[in-house]
């Protein structure tokens, strides 16, 4: 079975610089695919290089499509949700504004107006707040109102940029949870990147490792749990 | 008394056209994060599209409604092909094709058309409204015309998906790529929309002021005056700057020895250096503070 998103020899950059170097990764249909690295090992740069933000060569394929190369706006219209560093809030729009901007790919009113109720469904916070500006929620409010926005373009993938960074534990749980829901019930696939390393272990399938810009280790998540260099450098016992 | 609602109504009428030009700056300086020099002079040039629209036989409602669609058109290809190319480039490369955007519309203009004085009617007659001496009939018309447009755009942009695409995009670029807005085209409607917003203010000026190549050029500076007294960043801001700038203006003309007509435009520029120097961000504008 060939994999939903096929990431193949990627390399990238800013100007000049390189910082991807022959990257191999994959996330399954339906699965769950975490990325595991210090600061800078290019995390982020990789839901970059998929979602079309920087200059790459190498293969990226999405439902056996090449998608290299082409722009941003054409990459989410295939169903790719990208829920970026920093959240990506517009600030100075409401609740339901935002969750509108997610859909903006998508035509239907009908259809767009059930996918709010939906998100407002996972999300009840955001429903209490949909007619206040959205920079005035916490940060965790804001983190489920960028899984929301995801969510309102009705997504085959989510890329999901440190969604635990800067929350309180419990409010972290609760949106794993909620992954956890979309994962098997709505069958969205993901690809994760993490800080937090135990938690990525838990819920993620699939595990890459990667340190500056180059893959070290890759295999199930219940394998490397075990293994003694991820335990000591990144669960620290 | 009679004096003083009379200036102001006649404010209220100039102002209208203030707004509508502080609103093109605005709409464009969201986008592309600079200011239009060329507003005016893009404004003069549909007035003169919709003068030799009525030399042809046109009626004025016709060639109102043609001209605004080629201003459109032409903004959005200003865009396109000027401004899209250059758009990471620094601020003196724009400041450059604004000013050349400007110089070019300015000479084409005075040779396609001369630099002749031409009068431009006006739809509204110019006697006074209902027999009273408040206010012209024409004055009253720029009023109602700047109200409806103001309406419209309001609406548009509060209750329209495509608003609300380009309110996004103006307001977080790289985000609203990643909803798969596409924001290229988004600025480039921006500009269609600030162009033709400006044919609106030319064309109802033009009967006031005539119509030659450089009519717009003062007006231009009351429309930088209002958008700077209500914030370059607040599209509502720069509509009351607009009609404050115009009822000033008016007032102190008439109420101010010594300024009459002729120092009537230094209350402009007095007005940019007074907010600049108390406000920078404008009455209603935000500041900026990015985090590094």
């Given amino acids: 079975m060939s994999a939903l998103l096929e990431i193949r020899g990627l390399c990238a950059f800013y100007g000049r610089t390189q910082v991807l170097f022959g990257l191999d990764l994959d996330v399954a249909e339906g699965g769950v695919t975490t990325l595991l690295g210090a600061n800078g090992a290019g995390k982020t740069t990789t839901l970059r290089a998929v979602s079309g933000m920087l200059r790459t060569t190498g293969d990226i394929r999405f439902a056996g499509e090449r998608i290299a190369g082409r722009a941003i706006e054409d990459i989410v219209r295939l169903g ?28 239907g009113r009908a259809a767009i107006a059930a996918d709010m109720e939906r998100v407002y469904g ?13 920079g005035t929620l916490s940060g965790g409010e804001q983190q489920m109102l960028a899984v929301g926005r995801a969510l309102m373009l009705r997504p085959r993938l989510m890329l999901l940029d440190e969604p ?19 994962n098997r019930d709505e069958k969205v696939s993901m690809l994760l990147v ?8 838990d819920f993620a399938a699939d595990v890459y490792l990667i340190e500056t810009g180059r893959l070290v280790m890759t ?12 335990r000591r450098s990144y669960l620290g016992y | 008394m009679e004096l003083l609602l009379h200036q102001v109504l006649a404010g209220l009428a100039t102002g209208g056209i203030y707004a509508c030009l ?27 599209i919709a003068w030799q629209l009525m030399e042809l036989g046109t009626p004025y409602w016709v060639a109102f409604v043609t001209t605004l669609a080629i201003s459109f058109v032409a903004g959005v290809l200003i865009d396109r092909v000027l401004f899209r190319p250059i758009h990471d480039a ?34 509204f007659g110019s006697r006074p409204l209902l027999g009273s001496g408040l206010i012209s009939s024409h004055d009253a018309g720029m009023i109602g015309v700047t109200i409806l447009l103001l309406v419209f755009l309001y609406v548009f942009f509060r209750h329209t998906r495509i608003g609300l695409a380009m309110r996004a995009a103006a307001a977080n670029p790289q985000s609203a790529r990643l909803a798969g807005i596409r924001v290229g085209w988004m600025i480039a409607l921006g500009w269609g929309m600030a162009a033709a917003i400006g044919a609106v203010a030319g064309m109802l000026i033009a009967p006031v002021v005539f119509l030659e190549p450089n009519m717009m050029t003062s007006v231009l500076l009351y429309g930088f005056a209002a958008a700077v007294v209500g914030g370059l960043t607040s599209p509502g801001g720069a509509v009351i700057g607009g009609f404050a700038v115009g009822i000033i203006e008016n007032l102190a003309g008439t ?31 935000r500041r900026v503070v990015s985090r590094v």
């Avoid at chain 2, 600079?34 to 007035?47: R, W």
């Fill in chain 1, 164 to 182: 635990s960074f800067g929350l309180a534990p419990l409010i972290v749980r609760e949106l794993f949870e909620i992954f956890r829901v979309l």
């Fill in chain 1, 219 to 230: 295999g199930p998540a219940h394998e490397l749990r075990r293994d003694e260099t991820i």
């Fill in chain 1, 80 to 107: 790719i949700a990208h829920a970026p560093e920093g959240r990506g809030t517009f600030v100075r729009q409401t609740v339901e504004e935002n969750l509108q901007i997610g859909a903006m790919a998508r035509n």
């Fill in chain 1, 194 to 201: 993490e800080q937090n390393a135990s938690l990525a272990l």
């Fill in chain 2, 90 to 123: 620094p601020i003196l490369s724009h400041i450059v094709v604004f000013i050349a955007l400007f110089g070019i519309l300015n000479s084409l203009a005075g040779f396609i058309w001369d630099f002749n004085v031409k009068n431009f009617p006006t739809p």
């Fill in chain 2, 255 to 285: 109420f101010i020895p010594y300024v009459g007509r002729e120092l009537k435009l230094t209350i402009a520029l007095f007005l940019i250096v007074a907010v600049l120097l108390v406000k920078p961000s404008g009455l209603f504008g």
């Fill in chain 2, 22 to 48: 502080a609103l093109a700056l605005v709409m464009i300086y969201q986008a592309i994060d600079h200011l239009n020099f060329a507003q005016g002079e893009m404004a003069m040039f549909s007035t003169f």
């Fill in chain 1, 122 to 134: 996972y999300f009840p916070r955001l429903k209490e707040r949909r007619h206040q500006q959205a």
